[in-house]
C-alpha cells in the first residue's frame, strides 16, 4: 500500500525566511503533484512532476522530485505572509500508463508571520 | 467557468437521512474521482470514472456509498443511512486521459456535509 509523509506538519516562519517542506512515499512512482489549499477552500494545484530530477519553479515557490530517494522537496523562499496555506504533495502509483487515483500526504500547514 | 464545479456546497442532515452530491466536471475531461477529506488530513480516494465507466473504488466505499457517472458527463455520490462519520468535505476532480500528459487533477470547491 503506497504511504506518503510530509515533514514538517505544521511551520510557523517568519517573512523573508526560506524552508524546505519534505515528501517522502514508501513504493516506488513516477508522477508526483504538490497541491495548495487555503482554510475552507478547495485545492489549488501547485506542481506536477513527471521524472526523476524534475525541478519546477513558480515564484518563490520550487519543487524538485527525487524518484530513487522517494522524495520530493518543496523550497519556500523568502516567504510572504500570502503563502500561508495548507501544502500537499500526493502520489500517483508507478507505470499504471493512465491516470489513476492520487494518494494524499498529511499535509504542512504553513505559516509565515510578518 | 470552465472548472469543476460542485453541488451543494454545504450540506447538514441528520443521521439516516440520504443524501445526493453532484459533480460536473471539465468538459473534455474524460476521468472523474471522488475524494474525501476530514479536518486536519490530506483527501482520501474514494472512486474514479473512466466515461461513465466506474474503474476502481476504495474499500472506504461502504455499502451505503453509490456513485455515478450516467453518459459519462457530470457524477452523482450517494451516501445512504448517512451516519455522524460521514461528516467530511467531499471533493470532486477532473482530469484528461490521454497518451502522453500529467493526468493533473483539477478539484471542485466541494459539499461539506455535517451530519447531526
Known amino acids: 500500500e503506497l504511504k506518503v509523509e510530509q515533514n514538517p506538519l505544521f511551520l510557523s516562519m517568519q517573512e523573508g525566511k526560506n524552508y524546505t517542506i519534505y515528501c517522502n512515499y514508501s513504493?516506488?512512482?513516477?508522477?508526483l503533484y504538490w497541491y495548495r489549499q487555503d482554510p475552507g477552500k478547495s485545492l489549488e494545484s501547485l506542481f506536477v512532476?513527471?521524472?526523476?530530477?524534475a525541478v519546477k519553479q513558480e515564484g518563490r515557490l520550487m519543487a524538485s522530485l527525487d524518484t530513487k530517494a522517494r522524495l520530493s522537496t518543496l523550497h519556500i523562499t523568502a516567504a510572504v505572509h500570502d503563502l500561508s496555506a495548507t501544502y500537499f504533495c500526493?502520489?500517483?502509483?508507478?507505470?499504471?500508463?493512465?491516470?489513476?487515483?492520487?494518494?494524499f500526504g498529511t499535509g504542512t500547514r504553513l505559516q509565515v508571520t510578518l | 467557468d470552465t472548472g469543476v464545479s460542485q453541488n451543494p456546497r454545504h450540506k447538514i442532515t441528520k443521521r439516516g437521512q440520504n443524501v445526493t452530491f453532484r459533480c460536473d466536471p471539465i468538459?473534455?475531461?474524460?476521468?472523474l474521482y471522488w475524494y474525501r477529506q476530514t479536518l486536519g488530513q490530506g483527501p482520501e480516494f474514494l472512486t474514479y470514472?473512466?466515461?461513465?465507466?466506474?474503474?476502481?473504488k476504495s474499500r472506504l466505499l461502504s455499502d451505503r456509498f453509490s456513485a455515478e457517472r450516467p453518459k459519462g458527463s457530470f457524477s452523482t455520490l450517494e451516501i445512504q443511512r448517512t451516519e455522524q462519520g460521514d461528516s467530511a468535505m467531499y471533493l470532486c476532480?477532473?482530469?484528461?486521459?490521454?497518451?502522453?500528459?500529467?493526468?493533473?487533477?483539477?478539484f471542485g470547491p466541494g459539499t461539506r456535509l455535517t451530519v447531526t
Open positions: 500526493a502520489v500517483a502509483p508507478f507505470n499504471t500508463g493512465t491516470a489513476s487515483k492520487l494518494t
Open positions: 476532480a477532473s482530469s484528461f486521459l490521454s497518451v502522453v500528459g500529467s493526468y493533473e487533477q483539477y
Open positions: 512532476l513527471l521524472s526523476n530530477g
Open positions: 468538459s473534455e475531461h474524460n476521468r
Open positions: 513504493t516506488t512512482s513516477d508522477r
Open positions: 470514472f473512466q466515461n461513465e465507466a466506474q474503474l476502481e
